[in-house]
């Protein structure tokens, strides 16, 4: 069986973002590390795809160069990961994120890891800095729908009259 295409990456953006409790546990965990001392920020990757991949049992593994990204997520525009440490971007800045099925044959997107900026001021919580466009859409839809029932239900109104 053929493997399917590799998703297409638009865009790629790194948000700071407040860390949530299990963020928060593996922070203090690394900041008791001799000479470590991280702050109290997460940065959220949201990596944009052009389309969804189909839903399969062969997942795409993603990369950053050779480094395997063991976690991703999906959000409304594509998916995202999570970097506790900034090093993480001091490490990687630059290089290619990539998708493989079997940690062998690799399919480079063309894009490259941002660096995190350096003014890093949580915007708000990992789901606020992925939501922002999907409470708005989802508020957009929320709209329509009551303007469908009002006006569904004003027609049926002059009906009965």
Known sequence: MQPPKPPKIVAIDVVP???D?????????????????LPQVVYVVKVKLKSKPPVTSLAWGLYVNDVRIP????????????????????????ERLRFSHDGV????????????SAS?????????ALGSTARAAAKSK???KA???????????????
């Open 21 to 37: 409790q299990a963020d928060s546990m593996a922070l203090t965990h690394l900041s008791a590390l001799p000479d470590r001392s």
């Open 71 to 94: 976690k991703y997520w999906e959000y409304e525009d594509g998916i995202y990961f999570t970097v506790i440490d900034p090093e993480f971007f001091a490490e990687h800045k630059g």
């Open 105 to 116: 044959e690799f399919h480079d997107t063309g894009m490259k890891l941002p660096g995190a």
């Open 147 to 161: 303007k469908r029932a009002k006006a569904k239900s004003k027609s049926k109104r002059k009906a009965r009259q």
């Open 17 to 19: 973002a407040q860390p």
């Open 120 to 128: 890093a001021t949580p915007v708000a919580a990992v789901s606020a």
């Open 142 to 144: 929320r709209r329509a």
